[in-house]
């Protein structure tokens, strides 16, 4: 019978739990040490006056209640939140069924900064947006850790910097409940990621989804690193690419296909996305 080490909580009903590096060396730029996803008990409590590493957890069902420094936060579906060395933090389920979270624990000399950059130590959870893509990364980290081949180290350090950059990416705000705003704003990427096909204007997007093309922006502009027309934009020269290389078009055929005025116009659309004019693709 394996025995968790001390710093696991025994207080949960279902766990799927990996340990990758128990001794990591404390010269490493970045290490994974252990992590998993668990299912609470309902009268799960965890206080620590300290952590030897840096955790990051993210809540995918229940809630629950959280302190940081004596600052009390509330907990539920795709906040994430992060503590460490130095940080006292209690963490209590409060709902029936309990809170189910994943977690993850790092250590090295670049994980107090790659946390920061990202906001997980910023004294406050945030909340997530596509939390799917961060589970994704997280069962990915487990597999490769309980696969433990002769690169899994360094293939679940480099998989934990891309799960933080992911938190970074969706990080939607400080706050605690999803705002009505982000949802409009996935309707809206939903029909751009469906229709991209048939639409070529922010005007026309807008007017597929029944708001303002300015509303559009506005929301692109607070939730996403790319601008909505870059993006409805980079969808459609993706597809032209794939007609390209793929299926052997002309860039005439192709502008034809995509909408465009003229072989011109569409070469500039396309040159603007991938830095090439589309004859380039041709001779590949």
Known sequence: ??????????????????????????????????????????????????????????????????????????????????YGPGIPHRIENVSSPAMRKYYLDVVGTEAKQLLESA???????????????????????AGEAREHSAISVDVCQMLARILVLKIRQRRITDGKTMPAAYNTYETIRRYIENNYLSVSSIEEVSKGCDVSSIYVSRLFKRYSETGAYQFLLRLRMNHAAEMLIENRLKVQEVADVMGFSDAFQFSRAFKRVYGVAPSRLKKM
């Open 119 to 141: 906001g997980l130590l910023s004294g406050r959870p945030v909340l997530i947006g596509r939390q799917i893509e961060l589970t994704d990364l997280w069962d990915a980290i």
């Open 1 to 82: 019978m394996s025995i968790e080490p001390a710093f696991i909580s025994r207080q949960t009903v279902d766990a799927r739990r990996f340990y990758l590096d128990l001794d990591p060396p404390l010269d490493a730029p970045l290490r994974v040490v252990c992590g998993g996803v668990e299912r609470m008990r309902e009268d799960y409590v965890v206080e620590r006056s300290d952590f030897p590493y840096f955790g990051i957890e993210l809540v995918t069902e229940g809630s629950g209640s959280l302190w940081l420094d004596d600052r009390h936060f509330s907990l539920g579906q795709g906040v994430t939140f992060a």
